[in-house]
């Protein structure tokens, strides 16, 4: 019987209860079986990870993985906490909070973009986890020199988060997807001849923005132009937190 989610979490910590001595050794480790579980759902999806395939993966039985894991839910915990352990995190370039900010988001846009299927764990209890633990103090620190209080610096880091996550959803890849570059470039002028004069507005913004972008929509510009005025919705709350928001670079 695997330990319970928690001590399976802080596995690598003195604290932490260990496996009785006795029988044979065991052929993986669960950093092993979390490790292989990674790697599959990087490759093939999260949709292809179950505990016959990963335990097949590993070259041992079903139930041998069950001593390591108690579930696929805690499995997918565990995955998603060791991605955020490993997450870099080198100490903030700039003194200034609204650059840490950006970093924080950037850094959490590309970490989506390298395991998307952290888009698909919604499970609250990786919240309980060492790399969770040591990502959200490391974010949190974005925020020094503002003013905000604890509720507002934890409030203010959850927005950049859910914002950062919408965001990645918006760019995940979809195989069924069309380059909308090209249908653009094809199908602009007839679309044009098509709306005619009937919706003037949307012709007309539509036609400025597809000229810029050369598409519909542009993932990398939405994302620019949505966390510069995520950054201008934190200035407020800072500007009434504190007249001194650190200094600028």
């Given at each position: ?197 009937d919706f003037p507005l949307a012709r007309r913004v539509g036609a ?42």
């Open positions: 019987m695997a330990r319970e989610l928690l001590d399976l979490l802080w596995r690598d910590h003195p604290a932490a209860p260990r496996g009785g001595a006795r029988g044979p050794r065991a052929k993986v480790t669960t950093s092993q079986a979390v490790d292989a579980a990674i790697a599959l759902a990087d490759t093939e999806g999260l949709e292809h990870l179950t505990v016959r395939r990963l335990a097949a993966e590993l070259g041992i039985s079903g139930m041998a993985l069950y001593t390591h894991v108690g579930s696929r839910d805690d499995l997918l915990v565990l995955m998603a906490d060791c991605a955020h352990a490993r997450q870099p995190r080198a100490p903030y370039a700039t003194g200034h909070w609204r650059a840490r900010v950006r970093e924080v988001a950037d850094a959490d846009l590309t970490l989506y973009g390298e395991h998307d299927w952290l888009l698909d764990i919604a499970d609250q209890r990786v919240s309980l986890g060492p790399g969770t633990i040591a990502k959200y103090d490391h974010d949190l620190h974005a925020f020094d020199h503002t003013g905000l209080d604890d509720v507002d610096r934890d409030a203010a880091l959850t927005f950049v988060a859910d914002f950062t996550r919408a965001a990645a959803r918006a760019r995940r890849p979809d195989p069924r997807a069309v380059d909308m570059a090209e249908v653009w470039s094809a199908w602009s002028e007839r679309l044009t001849v098509y709306v005619g004069d400025a923005a597809g000229a810029v972008l050369n598409s519909s929509y542009s993932p990398g510009a939405a994302w620019e132009f949505g966390i510069e005025r995520l950054l201008d919705a934190l200035a407020v709350l800072v500007g009434t937190a504190s007249d001194d928001p650190g200094p600028t670079v």
